[in-house]
């Protein structure tokens, strides 16, 4: 393992004309190390992803991925250096089949390689290959959503409430996905509200509250601190 972050953003800043959805936000990734992203509806977290992904430029700060800096590059480039996202609702290409969605995502990747353990298969979806992506359920949605992204072989996995809507034993299953692609030396950001998923995953939490960071530490320490229980309580 190395002692440099796989992703590193320094004072990121987003403005959406005169509203500031994020505010000198700063997080250092390590191989192998998942971050809880909480705070309340509102906060900032999808806008953190959007943001070190690609989907709208920073209005200021900076992300490396690698070393590399990548605030410049559009989502597809950030991806096939290996950025990877899941998002709250997936949105497969309905009428393709489950392989067919994982073949589209590997078109756009250069990094993938042919040894590399099959995403289908470590997703759980191997028996659904040549079904049409719209016939799956949520979970299996979500899944194939994962399977999309590990195509792309990615050194950090932004992840934006995956957990929402599934059943406690499709949360363990989830839970346990997200560990094994750590145990892999992948990074991971992790937005979700469930304490007792973010309890399985995660290493330590970033807190946003308006856009701005509140709290960064262990997630024991973030349910003690006055400020993270005053946003909690107060929602
Ligand atoms: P969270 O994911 O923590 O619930 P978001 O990052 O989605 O919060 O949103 C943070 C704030 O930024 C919200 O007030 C939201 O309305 C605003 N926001 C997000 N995206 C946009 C956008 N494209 N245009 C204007 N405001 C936005
Ligand atoms: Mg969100």
Same mark, same amino acid.
């Given at each position: 393992?190395?002692?440099?972050?796989?992703?590193?953003?320094?004072?990121?800043?987003?403005?959406?004309?005169?509203? %500031?959805?994020? @505010?000198?936000?700063?997080?250092?990734?390590?191989?192998?190390?998942? =971050?809880? /992203?909480?705070?309340?509806?509102?906060?900032?977290?999808?806008?953190?992803?959007?943001?070190?992904?690609?989907?709208?430029?920073?209005?200021?700060?900076?992300?490396?991925?690698?070393?590399?800096?990548?605030?410049?590059?559009?989502? *597809? %480039?950030?991806?096939? #250096?290996?950025?990877?996202?899941?998002? +709250?609702?997936?949105?497969? /290409?309905?009428?393709?089949?489950?392989?067919?969605? =994982? +073949?589209?995502?590997?078109? *756009?990747?250069? $990094?993938?390689?042919?040894?590399?353990?099959?995403?289908?298969?470590?997703?759980?979806?191997?028996?659904?290959?040549?079904?049409?992506?719209?016939?799956?359920?949520?979970?299996? +949605?979500?899944?194939?959503? #994962?399977? %999309? !992204?590990?195509?792309?072989?990615?050194?950090?996995?932004? !992840?934006?409430?995956?957990?929402?809507?599934? $059943?406690?034993?499709?949360?363990? &299953?989830?839970?346990?996905? #997200?560990?094994?692609?750590?145990?892999?030396?992948?990074?991971?950001?992790?937005?979700? *509200?469930?304490?007792?998923? /973010?309890?399985?995953?995660? &290493?330590?939490?970033?807190?946003?509250?308006?856009? %701005?960071?509140?709290?960064?530490?262990? #997630?024991?320490?973030?349910?003690? @601190?006055?400020? !993270?229980?005053?946003?909690?309580?107060? +929602?």
């Amino acid at each position: 393992m190395s002692d440099a972050p796989l992703l590193s953003a320094v004072g990121l800043t987003k403005n959406f004309g005169g509203f %500031r959805a994020l @505010d000198d936000v700063s997080l250092d990734l390590y191989p192998g190390e998942a =971050v809880g /992203l909480v705070g309340p509806n509102g906060s900032g977290k999808t806008t953190f992803i959007n943001v070190v992904s690609g989907v709208y430029t920073a209005s200021a700060g900076t992300i490396k991925l690698r070393g590399l800096p990548i605030e410049g590059l559009p989502p *597809h %480039r950030r991806a096939r #250096l290996g950025l990877g996202r899941t998002f +709250q609702v997936p949105k497969p /290409l309905g009428n393709l089949t489950v392989l067919e969605n =994982v +073949q589209v995502a590997l078109q *756009h990747s250069k $990094s993938a390689k042919s040894g590399d353990a099959d995403p289908l298969e470590f997703a759980g979806l191997a028996k659904f290959a040549n079904r049409r992506a719209n016939s799956l359920t949520t979970m299996e +949605q979500k899944r194939l959503d #994962l399977a %999309r !992204v590990l195509a792309l072989s990615p050194a950090v996995v932004l !992840v934006d409430e995956f957990a929402a809507g599934l $059943s406690p034993s499709e949360l363990i &299953d989830i839970a346990s996905l #997200l560990n094994e692609l750590r145990g892999k030396g992948m990074a991971l950001v992790v937005v979700e *509200h469930l304490l007792g998923f /973010l309890e399985a995953v995660v &290493d330590r939490v970033l807190v946003l509250d308006a856009g %701005r960071e509140i709290f960064s530490g262990g #997630l024991k320490e973030a349910f003690s @601190d006055d400020k !993270v229980v005053e946003v909690f309580l107060g +929602q």
